[in-house]
């Protein structure tokens, strides 16, 4: 069965609250198999994430997953934020390490107890063991009789990076990491946004070839303006997509840079989905048009009915 998967991020004004939970609504009710919510551990963040999550699981009945990252915390801040979203019925994580504070590089001091993202998962596991060591179970047939089980388990997600991680060396390196995060108890990786098929396809190749046996799904991005993209690559070190580029900056208007970028967004999850994932995770700006329609493009949702049946 072919998956699909949303993340989404905290909202920081009332208006932008708005806008969230009516995507919610509607992304929620069209089955996805879970939807994430980024986190960031200073400020707001922290309390605005758990309020999206716990939305998704009490009034969605959606499997919610928790963005969690290492950077500048202790052993004990990090085990704390895990129970936080353990006890509110979060068992699925997505691990990361995270980047350097505004102003500070990977010369200085900012990691905290954790120098990588395996690091992390081992945590979640250990703090989830101690919470949940064990329960009981009915023993079939013997109404009063109970059997010992072993506690619940987590999903732990963790980053790859198809077209590598700003601060690797090779692709060889990135596959040892993403080996040493599966070793360490991680259950399913994720990739950053790529914008070519065969970018994806090539590097879940050379991951089998090296070991890895988690699932690897990939994650895609509808980029509707030329603005959207030069931005992301900035933040992601991404090779720019020229095709990709020019037709947004081509485009009359907004309304046909949507329609560009969607396309393109298509292209990309067909190929995915064709060369043999089992899924596809949107990264949707908080937005249900654009997920939706790629959805729709690659035929894992029924088209919108037009206003005129």
Avoid: W
């Amino acid at each position: 069965m072919t998956t699909f998967s949303f993340e989404l991020y905290p909202p920081r004004t009332p208006a932008a609250e708005a806008k969230l939970f009516e995507s919610i609504d509607r992304l929620s009710a069209i089955g996805p198999e879970f939807i994430s919510v980024t986190y960031r551990p200073t400020g707001p963040d922290r309390a605005a994430s758990l309020a999206v999550l716990g939305k998704l699981i009490r009034e969605h009945r959606v499997s919610a997953m928790a963005h969690l990252t290492s950077v500048g915390s202790s052993y004990e801040e990090a085990s704390t934020v895990i129970r936080e979203f353990l006890d509110e019925g979060i068992t699925s994580f997505l691990a990361l390490r995270g980047d350097p504070p505004p102003g500070m590089n990977e010369h200085d001091d900012f990691l905290g107890d954790f120098a990588t993202a395996a690091e992390l998962v081992q945590l979640i596991h250990r703090v989830q063991a101690e919470r949940s060591q064990f329960s009981f179970e009915n023993v079939p047939g013997f109404p009063t009789a109970k059997r010992l089980r072993s506690g619940e388990k987590v999903t732990i997600a963790v980053a790859a990076f198809p077209n590598g991680h700003p601060r690797s060396r090779s692709r060889r390196q990135d596959i040892d990491t993403l080996l040493a995060k599966e070793a360490a108890g991680a259950n399913l990786a994720i990739t950053q946004l790529f914008f070519e098929a065969d970018d994806y396809l090539g590097f879940v190749a050379d991951a089998r070839a090296a070991g890895v046996t988690m699932r690897i799904l990939p994650g895609i991005m509808p980029v509707l303006t030329a603005a959207k993209l030069r931005r992301t690559l900035e933040l992601s070190g991404d090779p720019e997509p020229r095709a990709l580029r020019a037709a947004l900056e081509a485009a009359p208007d907004a309304a046909a840079a949507a329609r560009v970028g969607i396309d393109a967004c298509i292209a990309v999850a067909q190929g995915v989905l064709e060369g043999g994932a089992d899924g596809i995770h949107l990264y949707t700006f908080n937005s249900a048009d654009a997920p939706l329609a790629v959805l729709e493009g690659v035929g894992l949702l029924e088209p919108s009915p037009s206003p005129q049946q």
